[in-house]
């Protein structure tokens, strides 16, 4: 029988990103390295690490990255990283160097498995009564987070997660149906995708999200067209930084 306890969480999941003054209980964040640890990876390459950052100044300089001062207010502030250098390593300790190690598929093992990880820890946060945000802005530059955190050749930031004991209760943001995102044996397209979110846009118009208090969100159609004009010039460049790290993800000639 399902757990209903974890359905309903998972169906009421909202972002939190104010947290209170509460410290994360230490026994608590060393079950959540385990929750890491457990999570299912590629190959069982376990292609991820994680980054705690206690370091105030750290925190800071990544919420100046990321554009949100709300990061360097969470309590814990993980950052999970795709690593391939550790296997590197292992490997070259025993005389094998091959090209392998630095291909597109173990770049891309090493990101899913970092960002499997951090589903599995948001999961057990949420369970714990606890809430998290995610924080792609740290992507706003990759190369300053690969500085910061001393990140060697072989490894790339995915995201930041921070969490802890919520300070407010946001609204529950409305998602599209799911009959747009869900089909079956094929791919689908649509004749009208203007048409078929015109009840998802208007809902949309009614939400109110926390980080602009008391104002409407924009509809979703104009949202999307906002953030293709809005694109930051260092995120369009991230697969020739993951390049500068060491990986090849261009067609090999």
């Not at 003054?21 to 890491?36: C, F, G, I, R, S």
């Not at 994680?50 to 370091?55: E, P």
């Not at 820890?121 to 001393?150: F, H, K, M, P």
């Not at 809005?230 to 460049?237: F, Q, S, V």
Request: proline share 4%.
């Amino acid at each position: 029988m399902a757990d209903k306890s974890l359905f309903e969480r998972q169906l009421n999941h909202v972002t939190i990103r104010e947290f209170t003054d509460e410290p994360v209980d230490p026994a608590l964040v060393e079950a959540l390295k385990d929750v890491a640890n457990r999570t299912a990876t590629s190959t069982g390459m376990q292609s991820y690490s994680i980054i705690r950052i206690v370091d105030e100044k750290k925190k800071k300089a990544l919420a100046d990255i990321g554009g949100q001062d709300y990061i360097a207010r969470a309590p814990e502030l993980w950052v999970f990283v795709a690593d391939v250098y550790r296997n590197s390593r292992i490997a070259r300790e025993q005389g094998v160097e091959l090209e392998a190690e630095a291909d597109s598929d173990r770049f891309f093992q090493g990101f899913t498995d970092a960002v499997l990880a951090a589903q599995n820890v948001t999961n057990a946060v949420e369970a714990a009564g606890l809430g998290a945000v995610y924080l792609g802005s740290l992507l706003n530059d990759a190369r300053a987070v690969i500085e910061l955190l001393n990140l060697p050749k072989l490894t790339f930031p995915v995201f930041g997660l921070g969490f802890g004991h919520p300070n407010q209760s946001p609204q529950l943001k409305p998602r599209m149906p799911m009959d747009l995102k869900c089909f079956t044996d094929s791919y689908v397209v649509l004749d009208n995708y203007l048409e078929a979110i015109k009840d998802y846009d208007e809902e949309m118009q009614t939400y109110y999200d926390l980080r602009d208090a008391n104002r409407r969100v924009d509809s979703f159609s104009n949202q999307v067209v906002t953030r293709l004009k809005g694109a930051t010039k260092n995120r369009a460049a991230l697969a020739q930084i993951a390049e500068e790290q060491g990986f090849r993800l261009s067609k090999e000639k």
